[in-house]
């Protein structure tokens, strides 16, 4: 490259001393006849083939036009060449089409240099020779390479921290960008000559190069270049500049042309009426009419000017706050995904803290149910037992709270739809808080005689839990002698849903109005010498509101201070079509007394303590229980059993060696009955997906740690149920 430059140099300084050394008669120097190159015609419009010819003759035009002819073969060829390999870079960089990289006899791109030599014929229709658009293009290419080039340089010697190589490739984009704005402000402060059409075809080929660069963007899944907006935006400012150029030379063009037309018109109409053509009034009018237009001309080269100004000065302006946008939007983006990862953390950490805090409440709340069933304890011991059991529970219920407002704020809480009967789940509510009731002397009452549809599709335990909350909290604040009502009716009906409203109504203590404005937030109590004896977390109200609106509802409050309290929830309900025979077998199942006598029942369970108070809760209730470590054990035992063998599996899901959800795959894949055991999921893995992996993993049935004995029946008996292995008493 250098001796390419270098003989370069010495050609084109050769030239210009040729071209300089003679000068035709009448020229007093070589300034005055290169000057008035435009007005001359033949040889004489030549410089350098005029001295050549003045020099050696006719052999010496030979001579010349042949050096010439080479430099302009090998130029082109040489320029063709390296923008042929350059699209077949692009080809394999699959930047470009396949097409464009496929390689001809000599190990030359043919098919680029083909799509390049049909651009090349099309250029003189724009008014630009081939050779000229060659020399413009090299021009300009080799410009922006320079540029190129020497950022790379600056951005590797910054990378690496090598100084000179940073210096210089600052110094060479800044000559480069220099040399640039210089060959293309033509007239501006330069003689430079590049062509006025080549500022079109250049605009033209930046708005294909745009149209290119969407697509190779679009495809661009490496993301190989890099920030695209510095490129695009480059590409624009380039387009609009070179076409304000572009308006300018035609601009100063034109008004050269038109100012001469006009001229010689009115010396051609002023010879008509008899003045001489060097009269002074015909060559004061020409003069006139000359500098007005270019006046006229310079204007508007001004105005072009300071619009070029303005609409860089505008790009500018909307590049940085591009810049400024994309910048906020990346941040945006990366908050989001921190934010999302720790999301992910907290439900990872929550999911781990509450199978790890479960497990240990298992064996508080087992145990102690284990102690009271003893008919030998004392009354203080058994008093002592009963608190302990009412503790741990309201422990559990805290940890319950803060997990489940944890995952309702993050939205990770999941519904578990299903069949129900809305009226028995409010008599199970009824029988959960009626003994309550009585010991505390509060008048107790359900009614949801105004319901016609019973049967509807509802996570029934949210519901439950909606219920909990608010009729626990009714309990707490009322006194002895007062009045707790719970209403449910039917206040509309739309196709298949029907609208419900459910109000909870206590004569308690009530609550200020200003109390009343914060009271589903999170953690907000009453500060009254009278709440603050009660205990509580303040999570139950927000919890409450989350769960109504995940259920596409409504909660609302009215209270006043010492008369009580409403809470009203309106709930749409998707309505199931009433089925007899299914009510009746529901009613058959409640009244009638399960018998689990002999039935026999394998525990997979890892910790010894589960195990142990498993096997004692379900010997209690008459179950032959037998045991496995691990989700393999279980198989095995599984496997090497007769097909009736046992009648249900209890499952742990966090096993060494297998887990329970692959246990319960490998079980449901054999071939006979074995496959159709029922299998219920006993672990503290408490949330909704838990319940829905185990389905999916093809368990019955969930039993959540702490076992809860009243629910873990009520489980056992509903799936036996179905799999039509219970046995009743009469």
């Known amino acids: ?205 930046g708005i294909l190069g ?13 993301r190989r270049l890099g920030k695209t907006e510095i490129v695009w935006l480059s590409l624009m400012f380039i387009i609009m500049f070179v076409s304000l150029v572009w308006i300018r030379q035609t601009t100063i063009s034109e008004s050269d042309y038109i100012s001469r037309d006009v001229s010689e018109f009115n010396t051609e109409k002023a010879m008509e009426t008899g003045l001489n053509e060097d009269d002074e009034v015909v060559v004061a009018t020409s003069d006139y009419i000359q500098e007005r237009i270019k006046s006229f001309g310079d204007m508007v080269v001004t105005n072009i000017f300071i619009q070029m100004l303005l609409i860089a000065t505008s790009l500018i302006i909307i590049f940085s706050i591009f810049s400024f946008v994309k910048k906020r939007e990346r941040q945006i983006e990366l908050e989001k995904m921190r934010a999302e990862e720790a999301s992910r953390a907290k439900s990872v950490f929550l999911s781990n803290m509450s199978h790890d805090i ?103 335990n949210r519901i439950i839990r909606v219920l909990l909350n608010l009729i626990s909290n009714a309990f707490k604040f009322t006194p002895s002698g007062g009045e707790v009502k719970v209403s449910f009716s039917e206040i509309g009906k739309e196709n298949n849903t029907a609208k419900y409203q459910l109000c909870v109504v206590d004569t308690g203590m009530g609550m200020s109005e200003e109390f009343l404005k914060r009271i589903f937030e999170p953690f907000e109590r009453e500060h009254t010498k009278a709440v603050s004896n009660i205990q509580g977390t303040g999570l139950g109200m927000s919890i409450t509101k989350g769960l109504v609106e995940l259920m596409n509802g409504t909660i609302s409050v009215e209270s006043k201070l010492d008369e009580g309290s409403k809470f009203i929830i309106e709930l749409p309900l998707e309505i199931v079509k009433s089925n007899a025979s299914i009510m009746e077998k529901e009613r058959l199942l409640e009244e009638s007394e399960i018998d689990f006598n002999g039935m026999k029942v394998l525990v997979a369970e890892d910790n010894p303590i589960n195990f142990e108070i498993a096997n004692m809760l379900l010997q209690n209730e008459g179950f032959e229980v037998d045991g496995a470590e691990n989700g393999k054990i279980a198989v095995e035992k599984i496997t090497d059993s007769e097909p009736d063998r046992y009648d249900l599996i209890l499952m742990d899901v966090k096993m060494p060696v297998m887990d329970g959800y692959e246990a319960t795959k490998a079980i449901r894949a054999m071939a006979d009955k074995r496959a159709e055991i029922p299998i219920i999921a006993m672990t503290a893995n408490a949330f909704a997906e838990d319940v829905q992996e185990a389905k999916n993993a093809g368990m019955n049935g969930h039993i959540a740690k702490p076992i809860d004995v009243p629910q873990m029946l009520e489980t056992i008996r509903k799936v036996l149920a179905k799999n039509k292995k219970i046995k009743f008493l009469f």
């Open 1 to 205: 490259m250098g001796i390419a430059l270098i003989t370069g140099v010495i050609s084109y300084v050769l030239l210009t001393l040729l071209a300089v050394q003679k000068q035709p008669s009448g020229f007093s120097g070589a300034e005055e006849y290169i000057s008035s190159i435009g007005s001359l015609e033949g040889l004489k419009a030549l410089p350098t083939f005029f001295n050549a010819n003045e020099a050696l003759g006719s052999i010496g035009i030979v001579i010349l036009a042949l050096a010439a002819l080479c430099g302009i073969i090998t130029g082109v060829i040489a320029n063709y060449i390296a923008l042929s390999r350059l699209v077949k870079s692009m080809s394999d960089d699959e930047m470009l089409p396949e097409w464009f990289g496929k390689i001809g006899k000599h190990n030359t791109p043919k098919n680029a240099l083909i799509a390049i030599t049909i651009i090349s014929c099309i250029m003189p229709l724009f008014g630009r020779t081939a050779i000229g658009w060659i020399v413009d293009v090299t021009t300009i290419g080799a410009t922006i390479v320079y540029v190129y080039t020497s950022l790379c340089a600056f951005i590797d010697g910054r990378r690496n921290k090598n100084r000179k190589a940073e210096a210089f490739g600052i110094i060479g984009a800044a000559v480069s960008i220099g040399f640039a704005v210089y060959y293309f402000m033509s007239n501006f402060w330069s003689d430079s000559k590049f062509a006025t059409e080549s500022y079109l075809i250049f605009a033209v080929w």
């Open 210 to 222: 745009i149209l290119v660069f969407r697509i190779l963007a679009q495809k661009d899944n490496q």
């Open 358 to 460: 479960r497990t240990p409440m298992n064996a508080i709340t087992g145990y102690t149910a284990l102690a009271l069933n003893d008919d030998n304890l004392n009354e203080s011991t058994r008093e002592y037992l009963n608190k302990i059991d009412v503790s741990s529970r309201h422990l559990l219920s805290l940890i319950n709270d803060i997990l489940d407002m944890s995952r309702i704020e993050s939205g990770k809480i999941e519904l578990d739809y299903g069949e129900e009967d809305i009226c028995k789940i409010l008599d199970e509510v009824y029988c959960i808080f009626s003994n309550q009731m009585e010991s505390k002397k509060i008048n107790f009452k359900v009614d949801y005689s105004s319901v016609d549809d019973k049967l509807v599709i509802c996570d029934k």
